[in-house]
Structure formats: C-alpha cells, structure tokens
C-alpha cells in the first residue's frame, strides 16, 4: 500500500500531462479506477484500525488515549492543508480560466482568425478575378478571330500572363480531360498539376473552382473558355506558405478556444474529481501514515503506561520489550526495567527490615503484655503515646480514645508525680497512689522515668505501675493478726480475774451494803457482762489471729449453701430469699463448718444491709426486701452469688476486707476479713460488685461473688438426678 500510493498518483500524472491522454482515453479510465480501488481499500484499512483504535479507548486500555490524539493530530495535519491547497487551487484554476476566456482574450482570437480569413479572402479573390479577366480576353480573341490556333492561344497567354498586375506563375489553357493544349510563359510540363474530374465538371457547370495546394505554396483557378469548345483555362499563384501555415494554426487554436470555451465547466469539473480524489488518497495515507506511526509511538508508552499501573498495584516483577536504538522511548524502557529492579530489590530490605522490626515489636508487645505491671509511654508534651494490656486492664482505659490525650486527662492521679518529676533534677520519681475505679480502690506503686534519645535530648517519658492492694492487705492483715494476738493474749488473761473478783466482791459485801445492795448488784453485773464482751471480743481476735486450718473433706456444696438459706430464712422473717441451687449434688473438697460460717455471715451481712437502707428511711414506698442466692457450677469451679436490694456498697469498698472497718454502728468490723480468709483458706476469691436491680429503675444494693473450686468428676447418680431434674422443669411434671 505504501509503494502502491505513489506509483498510482505518477501515473495519473503522466497520463494526464507529459502523455497527453484526454478525459475520455481508456488509460486514464483504467488508472483512475485503480485510484478508487485503492482508496476504497485504504479507507476500509484505515476506518478498521479506527474502529480497534476506539474500542480500545473504550476499553480503557493504556495507551488508547495517546494513540487517538496523535491519530487525530496526524489526520488534522494532513486534512488542513489539504482543503487550504483544494481551495486556492480552485480560485486560482478558475481566475486563470477568467484570464483564458475573458473578453479580450476573445477578441484578439476573433481578429486573429479574422485577420487569417481575410488574408486567404484576399488571394482567392484577387486570382479568381485575375482567372476571369483572362478568360475574358481569350474569349474576345476567339470570337475576333474564329479561326484561332493553338499556337495563337499560347502566344496570347504569354503576352497576357505578363500583364496581369499581380503575376501568375502559371497560365495553361486544358480540355475536358485535362490535357495541357496551351501552355503559356515559364508554364511548364514537370509544374503541371492535373486538376481533378471534380473541379473540372464545376467549371463546365460555370463555377471559379479554386484550389488550394499547401504543399507546394500555390493557388490554382480553374474556369471554363466559353468561346471555345472544351476548353479550360487553368492558372496558378504562389503564395506565402508560412502565411497560410499560421492561419491553418490560428483557425485550428479558434477551434480549440471556442472548444475548451464550451467544456469549461468540464474541464473544471474534471479538476476538481481528480484533485479530489488525490486529496482523500492523500489524506487517507496521511491518515494511514499517522495511525501507524501513532502505534508505533503509543505501543512502548502504552506498555509503559500499564507497567506503571502494575507497579502501582504493587506487581514490581513487570518489565516491558525494551525497543532497540537510542531514541527517548528505547531509553525510558530500559530506564523502567532498571528502576523496577531497583524497586524490587529496595522492597525486599524494606521487607525484610520490616519484618525484623514486626518480630522485635510482637516480641516488645508480647514482654509489655504478659507482664502484670501496667506500662504507659508519654511524649515530651505528656500525652499518651502507649498503653500495655495491664495498664488498659487496670486503669479501665479506652485504649483508641485514650491515645494522644494528656496524661492529666487519661489519669488524672499521676498528673501531680509527672509535675514532680518535670520539677525535680532526677529523671526518676516514684510513689505509691490510691485509685478508685467504679467503686474498687487500688493500690498502684508508680514509677516514672523520663526517655531520651541518642543526643540526649527529651523523647517522651515512661510511668511503670503495679497493683500492690494484695500485698498492702496482706501487710496489714499480718499487721492485724501480729495485734489481735497480742491483745488477746495480754486482754484475755486478767479478764478471768476481773469476773471472778466482781462476782465475789458481789457476794461478800451484799449483806453488809444494806440498801445499796441492789446498786452493787447492778455495779458488779455491768462488770461482769462487759467482762463477757470483752472476752467476745477477745474470742474474735483469736479467730482472726489464729485461722484454724480446713478439715478439708468431700461435701455437698450445694446443700451447705441451701442449709444456710434456710438458716437465715428462718431468722430473717421480713426478708424474700430468693435462691437458684442445682438440685444434684456439688462435690467439693472443703471445710464445712468454716465454709457454713463464712455463708451464714454472708447472708447475715445482706440482712443487716437492709435493715441499714430501712433505717435511713431512703426506702420509696412499697419497697420489698429481698436476698437472692444462686450458686453456678463449671468443671473447675462453682460459683456462689449472694446479692440484695439493700443499703449498698460505699465507695472506699476496698477497704472493707480490712480489720475493723466497718458500716454499721454495731459491728466489728471483724466478719468480712475472716470470711475472706477462709475462703482464700480453700483456694477460693471472694469479690464485691454492685448488685444489678432487681426491678427496672430499682435501688442498686451489693453483691458478694464467691468463687470455689470443686471436684470435676461428678458420680452417675448426680448426673441423672440433675437431668431428671431439668426435665421435669421442662415438662411441667
């Protein structure tokens, strides 16, 4: 197609100029035919690359975009000055067609041809007249003389000939043959030109018949003798032969003019299609030309272009065909390859830096988290940076909301050590603090340290803390123990001795006190009852100091708490017990009778509580008191839930496992620490919460959790009663 496109438009060339091929000639038929074929192949090759072209956009496929704008810019280029060129070569075709055909240019052929007619007018006129006026002479002479010669007529011609003012070169006097009778002056045999049966019947017919020879520069006239008898006189003249050859030219141009005159709009016409049909293979291989050199173009960009889309998709093993030679697009394929490589290879150490440092910090996280002691990183302003699992645990933290808050927001309790700590010329400051959170108190030994970097300049700082409740509880509690032994030991001892000598002094001076004597009575009985609380006292203390050890045996969990329901129950008749008990068994291996008297104190306590909440008169009207007990079992331990509707917990609630704390005026403040030790005494935990109402909107009162461990192994028979029991609470029966 590349080579075709010009040989076709050479040969149109040809034919249509240095050839000289007409409109209608075969030739240029048979090549403009070719022309339409190949355009007609060229534009379907060049709408079908259009068409992949378009679908290719629409499908958003790299390159797509830059391949039709460089289409469109090519086609641009090639159709602009296309239709300027078609443009001004109408104008100037049909202003110089105006300049061939004007008015002037008319007239000027006109008298050309004009000028060439009268010329030719001219020497048929003058030798016709010429011919006549010697056939008029010889006419006269034959009728003066009836006898006339032939010898006579030649000597006649030749005096004639002579006379005759324009000169003939040739003067012969012929039959109706054509047979020379005469022959005048310089008249000679081998310049004879017989005239034709034609010409000689139309001078018999009484006709000038002159004839025209161009090849040999003359005029001839023929015309009859009417004197004689079959006789004609046949003279001749030269003339210009140059002359008469510019006017068979200027009467063939005239013809010429007036012709392409008439086929001007052909003409015009005929352009037109031709250039037309140059310009759509013109622009069509323009067109062609661009696509392909668009393609050629946008293919490597197009490469590149989706390489990058994969690069960005983070696929960094794609290269592109790195196109040969040292222009820019060769380059910059190679240049990608090499910056893909690169890529690739920085992002295998970054990886594997990265994961280095994923090991350290899932290593970092795993130490922080698994550590009891809660752990927060500040930065230089204070503000919350890290919190570990125990610091979220402990401080009841939203670990997200928390992050980037100042620390005296976060936790408002260590504001005033991070203040001593910014104030002081340590970089270390340490203090045990009290938190209180949803009602627990803690103890929290803190520590702060600040964190520097390499140059020594501030980074942030670091608080470490530990909860230390159990260990202060355990302190005192062994501070508590260590004081009721001694008090018992140094109370208990002279109490005996005070009772013995109020009773006797009782019985020795009642006769002698006479009418004092019921004042004595009443003097020693006081001494002898507070004698009694005191020893009661001193019996608590002993308890506290000296916990015996659990007579741990296998026992029925279950039955023990029922037993101490039904205990209080029967005591507390004003109060709905409410309980929740497995009816098979529960085995554990505990003490009974410690286990009972931890319940029974349990149980009493929430009794007392509502007898407190009464005694406020905070109690709305209609209140119902109520305890419910629920015990819950796992493989591993049971659970054991005494909670009421009473006066509830205090905020300081923490510090009612200590010795002698206490919420009542009467109690000792004594029962909650023995309780917890003998359940600490099996293994267990006792906790206290808020209760949740009993009723929507309802007082909110206290519950104690107890925690057991058990047996796991449950015999058949309680495996059955259990399963009996649930079905018969499904059942109904």
């Known amino acids: 197609m590349v080579v075709l496109g010009p040989l076709l438009a050479i040969g149109t060339f040809l034919l249509l100029g240095p050839l000289g091929q007409g409109a209608g000639s075969n030739g240029l038929r048979v090549i403009v035919l070719a022309d339409l074929v190949y355009a007609l192949v060229l534009a379907s090759l060049v709408v079908q690359r259009i068409a992949r072209m378009i679908a290719a956009r629409r499908r958003r496929s790299a390159g797509s975009r830059l391949h039709l704008r460089l289409t469109a810019v090519f086609a641009l280029v090639a159709l602009i000055p296309t239709v300027l060129v078609a443009v001004f070569a109408g104008l100037t075709i049909n202003i110089g ?20 007619e009268a010329y030719e007018d001219e020497h048929r006129r003058d030798l016709s007249t010429d011919a006549e006026a010697l056939a008029r002479y010889l006419n006269l002479a034959r009728q003066s003389t009836f ?11 030749t005096q004639i000939q002579g006379r005759v003012q324009r000169g003939l070169k040739e003067a012969y006097v012929i039959n109706g043959a054509g ?16 005239p034709s049966p034609a010409d000689i019947a139309r001078a018999n017919a009484g006709e000038t018949v002159i004839v025209e020879d161009w090849d040999n520069n003359e005029f001839r006239a023929l015309i009859a003798l009417t004197a004689f008898a079959d006789r004609l006189l046949y003279v001749s003249r030269s003339v210009d032969g140059e002359l008469l050859g510019l006017l068979d030219d200027t009467q063939e141009s005239v013809r010429l003019y007036h012709q392409l005159e008439n086929e001007r709009g052909k003409v015009l016409f005929e352009f ?25 173009l946008s293919r490597p960009v197009g490469r590149l272009a989706g390489a990058a889309q994969r690069v960005g998709a983070g696929d960094l093993d794609v290269r592109v065909r790195e196109e040969s030679g040292d222009d820019e697009i060769a380059m910059l394929g190679r240049i990608f390859n090499q910056m893909t490589r690169q890529l690739k290879g920085q992002r295998e150490a970054l990886l594997e830096n990265n994961r280095q440092i994923e090991l350290r910090r899932r290593l970092f996280d795993s130490v922080l988290s698994s550590v009891t002691a809660g752990v927060m990183g500040l930065d230089a302003d204070g503000r919350v940076e890290f919190l570990n699992r125990s610091a979220v645990t402990h401080l009841q933290l939203d670990e997200d909301a928390a992050h980037g808050t100042p620390l005296a927001d976060t ?3 260590f504001a005033a050590l991070l203040e001593k700590l910014r104030a002081g010329p340590r970089g270390v400051a340490q203090e045990e603090l009290r938190l209180t959170r949803h009602g627990k108190m803690e103890n929290l030994l803190v520590r702060m340290a600040t964190r520097r970097g390499a140059e020594g300049g501030l980074e942030g700082y670091v608080v ?18 260590d004081v009721a032994r001694r008090i018992a030991h140094e109370i208990k001892n002279p109490l005996t001795p005070i009772q013995l000598s109020a009773e006797r002094i009782k019985r020795k001076f009642r006769a002698a006190a006479g009418d004092q004597a019921e004042a004595l009575d009443q003097l020693t009985d006081v001494i002898v009852r507070q004698t009694g609380d005191l020893r009661r006292i001193v019996d608590e203390f002993s308890k506290f100091a000296r916990m015996p050890e659990p007579d741990r045996k296998q026992v029925d969990l279950a039955e023990l708490v029922r037993d101490a329901v039904v205990l209080q129950e029967s005591g507390q008749p004003g109060v709905r017990f409410t309980s929740d008990l497995p009816q098979g068994p529960v085995p554990a291996e505990l003490d009974a009778t410690m286990v009972s008297q931890a319940l029974t104190n349990l149980i009493k306590n929430a009794g007392e509580a509502i007898d407190s909440y009464r005694d406020t008169g905070a109690a709305p009207e209609g209140y119902e008191p109520e305890i419910r007990v629920s015990l819950s079992q796992s493989d591993a331990a049971a659970v054991i839930r005494i909670a009421d509707n009473g006066i509830g917990l205090p905020e300081d609630r923490g510090r009612l496992f200590e010795p002698y704390v206490t919420t009542r005026d009467h109690g000792t403040g004594l029962g909650l620490p023995i309780v917890k030790k003998i359940i ?6 006792l906790d206290l919460h808020d209760a949740d109402p009993f009723q929507p909107g309802a007082h909110i009162g206290a519950l104690a959790e107890i925690r057991l461990p058990v047996l796991a192994e449950r015999d058949d028979a309680a495996r059955l009663t259990d399963a009996m029991t649930r079905l018969e609470a499904l059942t109904g029966e």
């Open 97 to 116: 067609l105006e300049g061939w055909f004007s008015d002037r240019v008319r007239n000027v052929v006109g008298a050309s041809l004009s000028a060439a």
């Open 147 to 157: 006898l006339l010669s032939d010898g006579e007529v030649r000597q006649l011609l």
């Open 179 to 194: 047979e020379i009778m005469a022959r005048g002056d310089r008249s000679y045999l081998f310049d004879f030109e017989q």
């Open 272 to 296: 037109g299609l031709l250039y037309l049909g140059f310009a759509v293979i013109l622009i069509l291989a323009a067109v062609w030309l661009g696509l392909w050199f668009a393609e050629r």
């Open 411 to 413: 936790v408002p309790e």
């Open 464 to 481: 470490a803390f530990d909860d230390v409740t159990d260990l202060v509880t355990a302190q005192r509690m062994a501070a508590w123990g």
């Open 680 to 685: 600490e005494e099996h293994g267990g935990r």
